[in-house]
């Protein structure tokens, strides 16, 4: 039963970096109909900037998150102006094409610079910390940064449904030509959405060099993972893709355990189909 529950923390634990990565793909999507390809590389950008201001000026991922966070901000504010805006008239695939090439871009530029080289960051206040309850062991990095990411999530759910600027990004998700009648600016909620949901993976980025190694192809989990939670919790919703995140992250663990490591994807894939089979739409999905 110990081991049970250890497995159930390290799934849950990951199922919240996971659901803040896809809270962000899937609020783009819910007020622009875009999908971010580049997803997965913010996410490896992010986690650079923060590997780099640990090691060159020890800032300790529990602050530079914030500097990975406004850095993905801009890079998505300036990844909308430049590009997304341009695609919007012309057909769907064009921005997902567009962004796969961004994805490209940032992912050969990293391994030009950086080289496919894994690098660790040690020494950081979190490292090799725990909390021991009964026989149950919790890491302090990942327990942080899945209490952390749970709560942006959380927090960006109560600015989406409770605040002037939440419900001008609604209103401009259902209806943009009504929303630009009301006054709404609906091009600055674009570059502001955009931002956004590159800021959720910055903030998860830079704290999770406190646990994992950074190298140019680490986004690429994470963006298919994120791609699945928002598809299997319903395209546009912030619950759902938590919810489909925590799940997938429980089952990645226990499908790694009690399975084998190497088919746990296998299973999280697996159900993934057998979502959509039923609910092609997602859970949530309407």
């Known amino acids: 039963m110990t081991m049970f529950f250890q497995v159930a923390m390290d799934g849950l634990f990951t199922g919240m970096v996971y659901a803040l990565v896809a809270s962000g793909l899937s609020l783009i999507w819910g007020v622009m109909d875009v999908i971010n390809f580049a997803h997965g590389e913010f996410l490896m950008v992010a986690m650079y900037v923060s590997y780099w201001l640990g090691f060159l000026i020890k800032v300790d991922p529990i602050v530079s998150w914030i500097a990975s966070g406004a850095f993905c901000f801009l890079l998505g504010a300036i990844t909308y102006r430049l590009?997304?805006?341009?695609?919007?008239?012309?057909?769907?695939?064009?921005?997902?094409?567009?962004?796969?090439?961004?994805?490209?871009?940032?992912?050969?530029?990293?391994?030009?610079?950086?080289?496919?080289?894994?690098?660790?960051?040690?020494?950081?206040?979190?490292?090799g910390k725990k909390i021991i309850l009964g026989k149950v062991i919790f890491p302090l990095p990942q327990l942080?940064?899945?209490?952390?990411?749970?709560?942006?999530?959380?927090?960006?759910?109560?600015?989406?449904?409770?605040?002037?600027?939440?419900?001008?990004i609604q209103a401009t998700a259902m209806d943009k030509e009504a929303a630009e009648l009301m006054g709404i600016k609906?091009?600055?909620?674009?570059?502001?959405?955009?931002?956004?949901?590159?800021?959720?993976?910055?903030?998860?980025?830079?704290?999770?060099?406190?646990?994992?190694?950074?190298?140019?192809?680490?986004?690429?989990?994470?963006?298919?993972?994120?791609?699945?939670?928002?598809?299997?919790?319903?395209?546009?919703?912030?619950?759902?893709?938590?919810?489909?995140?925590?799940?997938?992250?429980l089952v990645e663990a226990f499908g790694g355990f009690y399975v084998a490591p190497v088919f746990k994807y296998v299973v999280v894939f697996g159900l993934y189909i057998a979502v959509v089979m039923f609910r092609p739409k997602g859970l949530f999905g309407w």
């Open 83 to 127: 590009i997304i805006r341009q695609c919007l008239s012309g057909p769907v695939l064009s921005a997902l094409l567009a962004t796969f090439g961004l994805s490209m871009i940032l992912k050969n530029i990293c391994l030009n610079r950086f080289s496919p080289n894994f690098r660790l960051l040690t020494g950081t206040l979190l490292d």
């Open 144 to 168: 942080v940064t899945g209490l952390f990411a749970l709560a942006v999530v959380f927090i960006i759910y109560y600015i989406i449904k409770r605040t002037r600027l939440g419900w001008a």
């Open 186 to 249: 609906t091009d600055w909620i674009f570059a502001f959405v955009f931002g956004l949901g590159g800021a959720c993976v910055g903030i998860a980025g830079g704290l999770m060099p406190s646990y994992l190694a950074v190298h140019p192809e680490v986004g690429g989990l994470f963006s298919l993972i994120a791609f699945i939670a928002v598809a299997m919790g319903g395209f546009g919703s912030i619950p759902g893709a938590l919810l489909a995140a925590l799940f997938i992250g």
